[in-house]
């Protein structure tokens, strides 16, 4: 059976997964094998339903969403692989942080779960306290987090 090559594969991201480990955070308890996917709720803004998932190449940013992901119980930070195709996230890198340093990404393919980082240091609670402001200013100013 012929394939358009032009067309990315589910399992050949346009990225070199071996290059660098993946992360998303969160609270939701999940296990090796499980899928992150679109079509949630987000964990910002207004909590619309998501069109993408979110991952980072950088511990500081998944550390973020840990932290600031809304439901109950603990952050958490999960070692994830895309199963297809990952994009620069447009929310950071074009509009903060021109050049991608926070290795931010979405995709609208599942990620899965390869193992959780058990030991990771949060935020101080200033530092924490400054972006929940932020946040909140963005908020009261109409300003959605999440652009998808």
Known sequence: METNSNEPRATEPHRDLNAQP????TKAQLQPGDLIEPGFNSNYGQ?????????????????????LAVGEGRGRIYLVEPT?????????????????????????????????????????????????????RLKQQGIEAIED
């Open 84 to 136: 297809g195709p990952i994009e620069d996230d447009p929310n950071l890198t074009d509009k903060k942080f021109p050049g991608n340093p926070t290795k931010s990404y979405r995709t609208q393919h599942p990620l899965r779960v390869t193992g959780e980082v058990a030991d990771w240091q949060g935020h101080s609670p200033e530092q924490l306290n400054a972006m929940q402001e932020h946040l909140e």
């Open 47 to 67: 909590r619309k339903k998501a069109s993408y998932v979110y991952l980072t190449a950088t511990l500081d940013a998944a550390t973020w969403g840990a932290e």
């Open 22 to 25: 993946f992360y998303h955070g």
